[in-house]
């Protein structure tokens, strides 16, 4: 009888099912930063008088003056000292914005301008292309650039078109 109660619980645990195996929790997502988003005041001489005041959304930059730049945030690592192009200044050192603390690259598939307002001459006859918004402690820099390449350090065919500065609030 000894024998017997050994044998049938053998048996028992080799009809079983096995333990499952711990599964490991699969890691966090890495989350973009949040789009810059928001109304801002234009302070610099050339947002007051080309764009007049911003207010950015996910997709959508509009302008006071009556035109709106279209496009999505673009995956990036740019920051407030990366080089605009191969041998240019600095996101900071072109917008004069110090402590830049997010930088955001966006494509530019439209500009729409309202039908009483005056075209934007965001890059003189060229096609404005990308746009960077940079953020300080209290300034958003507006960047645009015309060319076939994103601006960064190994971009070629890039151009900075112009520089808006805005107060955040």
Not at 7 to 31: D, K, N, S
């Amino acid at each position: 009888m000894r024998l017997l109660v050994p044998a049938v619980l053998l048996a028992l645990a080799a009809c079983a099912e096995p333990a499952p195996t711990p599964q490991a929790e699969p890691a966090p997502a890495a989350h973009a930063p949040a789009p810059i988003i928001g109304a801002f005041t234009a302070i610099s001489t050339t947002a007051m008088s080309l764009t007049g005041d911003l207010n950015a959304s996910a997709d959508v930059l509009s302008f006071a003056r009556g035109f709106r730049i279209e496009g999505p945030v673009i995956e990036s690592a740019l920051t407030g000292d990366t080089d605009l192009s191969a041998g240019g200044g600095t996101i900071s050192s072109g917008s004069g914005v110090q402590n830049i603390g997010l930088v955001e690259l966006r494509r530019i598939d439209l500009v729409r301008v309202a039908a009483d307002a005056p075209a934007p001459q965001l890059c003189g006859d060229a096609q404005p292309t990308f746009v960077i918004l940079a953020r300080g402690a209290d300034t958003l820099s507006l960047q645009i650039f015309s060319g076939g390449e994103a601006p960064g350090p190994n971009a070629h065919d890039t151009a900075l078109c112009g520089i808006f500065n805005y107060a955040i609030p």
